[in-house]
């Protein structure tokens, strides 16, 4: 006789709670609603009821699946009732530009319900793209007469990824002058173009000026830059209170030697909070030397070597000395500093730490050449007997890198560093008990010490 069949625990949710249950995982997207729909009636119906299902877009932009691209657009649209929409996707292989202008027409024809841009463009993708997008939609608010369509519009996300990138030689080209962000999205909150090379670079202030802008990221190769472009950009956006920079080569409008003695003006920019800076030595003392943030709480520096140095060598650069003097002069309280892959000697760390009394993080990729080893942190021990040195650290992380890939690895003894992560003062009711987590690595070998504390 057949045994009765178990009814599994899932069968017995109402499925008001399953659709629930399935509409917080991660990705879902109204082509994920629309394949549950033949499920059952009741499904059906919930899902249909439901419009919060149907707000995130997501699809993989090819030629010969336009058809039902559009149709998902269309779908989301109608069972979102007016909820704002997210739309993600990729775009892969050669789609024509017919194909993507059609995507680009029906975008825009919804414009005031798009909240969220993320598109990602993979493989052999045509690395026009990206501008051809901004540039699809500028035309069609031009020919609209000007009134943008995008006002919910808060984050614009374009990443050609580094897959993209490595297979095809080159980075996505913007000419900066055609970018019209301002005119098109003017309440956006959060913008990300990376892996991008920028023409007209000196003009990004006035392209980016939207006053809504609290968080940017620019990623690439910036062409015609002005001497202070990190400066400029933030005298146009007040707002701003996350700035990521990272230049992988600039090729400046004029040379900065050129620009002479007279006075630098340093504007005053109140709401940023956090900056990472990435690029070679000249950029980065440019940038440094012009800036006035007294909200700061959150720098990040990286390194990058120009391809112009056996050219023109770079010139001495004290980064120790400009991070400082940028501190000074902006009277704001660091308490996360991360350096990546700066040659700096014990005596550079020594100096910048006594100075940065409010750090509550830090992290360290040194790479060989400075000097540095454990003796930095001995000599802060012995400095804490008599001063309190990095009273408020929390995390502890430093690490090394060859000078060259391949290279023998940059190693010291660990003593100096264990030492001062065992003080007495910074466990238990310490003074400075404050320190949760250290760790020392030599790459590429890894973790040579680690300490977590509850």
Request: hydrophobic share 45%.
């Amino acid at each position: 006789m057949d045994q009765p069949r178990t009814r599994s625990a899932i069968a017995d949710l109402p499925v008001e709670l399953f659709v629930y249950t399935l509409s917080l995982v991660v990705g879902f997207s109204a082509g994920d609603a629309s394949r549950l729909l033949p499920v059952s009636r009741r499904v059906h119906d919930v899902i249909l009821g439901t419009p919060s299902l149907w707000t995130r877009v997501a699809f993989v932009l090819q030629a010969d699946a336009l058809t039902s691209i559009l149709a998902g657009i269309d779908q989301a649209l109608e069972n979102s009732a007016t909820l704002p929409l997210t739309l993600v996707f990729s775009v892969t292989a050669l789609p024509s530009v017919v194909v993507l202008n059609q995507v680009v027409r029906r975008v825009f024809s919804s414009g005031s319900r798009w909240r969220i841009m993320r598109i990602t463009f993979i493989g052999e993708c045509n690395m026009s793209h990206p501008q051809s997008w901004i540039l699809g939609l500028w035309t069609l608010t031009e020919v609209a007469g000007g009134a943008s369509p995008f006002t919910r519009m808060e984050e614009l996300n374009m990443d050609p990824t580094d897959a993209c990138v490595h297979q095809l030689g080159r980075l996505t080209p913007y000419n900066v002058e055609h970018l019209h962000f301002p005119r098109l999205f003017p309440n956006l909150r959060k913008l990300r173009l990376v892996n991008a090379s920028f023409q007209n670079a000196c003009k990004l202030g006035a392209q980016l000026a939207i006053t809504s802008l609290e968080e940017l990221e620019l990623v690439g190769i910036f062409w015609q830059a002005s001497t202070f472009l990190v400066r400029d950009i933030l005298e146009k956006v007040p707002g701003l209170r996350v700035l990521k920079f990272k230049a992988r080569e600039v090729n400046y409008r004029v040379v900065p030697s050129q620009v002479g003695d007279s006075p630098l003006a340093i504007t005053l920019h109140a709401c940023l909070e956090r900056l990472t800076l990435g690029g070679p030595q000249d950029f980065l003392k440019n940038q440094l030397r012009s800036l006035n943030c007294p909200s700061l709480i959150g720098l990040v520096l990286k390194w990058k070597p120009s391809r112009n140095t056996s050219a023109n060598p770079p010139e001495p650069f004290d980064l120790v000395g400009e991070v400082l003097e940028m501190v000074s002069r902006s009277r704001c309280r660091l308490a996360s500093l991360r350096l990546e892959k700066f040659a700096l000697s014990n005596d550079d760390l020594v100096r910048l730490f006594v100075e940065l009394p409010h750090l509550r993080t830090i992290y360290l990729i040194l790479r060989d050449g400075g000097g540095a080893n454990g003796g930095f942190l001995a000599d802060l021990l012995v400095r804490s007997n008599s001063e309190p040195i990095l009273p408020r650290l929390e995390r502890l992380s430093v690490s090394t890198i060859p000078e060259r890939a391949g290279g023998t690895p940059y190693t010291f003894p660990s003593n100096g560093f264990v030492d001062f992560v065992q003080d007495e003062r910074r466990s238990g009711q310490g003074p400075f008990a404050r320190l949760r987590k250290a760790t020392l690595a030599f790459q590429p070998a890894g973790v040579v010490f680690s300490q977590v504390r509850p």
